[in-house]
């Protein structure tokens, strides 16, 4: 038999809330940007309305939507990058990691892709990616904002995709 306290939502309403912000900043700190933490915050909500007891404690509440948001979560990593990410292959990551060759073909590709992105883009993938700044060291070079070097990075890297696919056709 389970007690009933005053720790209770009135309803799912009030569970919402309550908790749509703190979903919301786990998703946000996870993948980094406002569109995908807003849809996956919608997510956790509709993956736990059927199964959450409105009488559950508040306690009971957050930590079962948290074991729903790592659920959604990892859901989202393996849409995003096509494959599990609870397991690392070492051949892979031997891989992966390996380091590039002086005047290989991927060094080429790497200059061409570059060379074809604006001058902003070009200098924040260089920094962050090249010369392996932190995003304060980036922003403090480039005169802008934490967040600025954050958005331009992350333009710079869906313009670079799109110059790759160019590249690779």
Request: hydrophobic share 45%; charged share 25%.
């Amino acid at each position: 038999m389970h007690l009933v306290g005053d720790d209770v939502y009135q309803d799912w309403d009030a569970i919402y809330r309550d908790n749509v912000d703190r979903v919301y900043r786990i998703m946000f700190a996870k993948v980094g940007n406002r569109a995908d933490a807003e849809d996956l915050t919608e997510e956790v909500f509709l993956a736990a309305l059927r199964p959450l007891r409105v009488s559950a404690s508040v306690g009971e509440v957050r930590a079962y939507l948290l074991t729903v948001a790592r659920t959604v979560l990892a859901g989202y990593w393996r849409r995003t990058l096509g494959r599990p990410v609870t397991t690392l292959d070492d051949e892979q990551v031997a891989e992966v990691f390996a380091p590039a060759e002086p005047g290989t073909r991927s060094q080429a590709r790497a200059e061409a892709i570059l060379a074809a992105l604006p001058a902003r883009y070009r200098r924040v993938l260089e920094l962050r990616f090249l010369a392996a700044c932190t995003l304060k060291e980036a922003a403090a070079e480039l005169g802008v904002t934490v967040g600025n070097v954050k958005v331009l990075q992350h333009r710079a890297l869906r313009q670079a995709a799109v110059v790759a696919g160019r590249i690779e056709s």
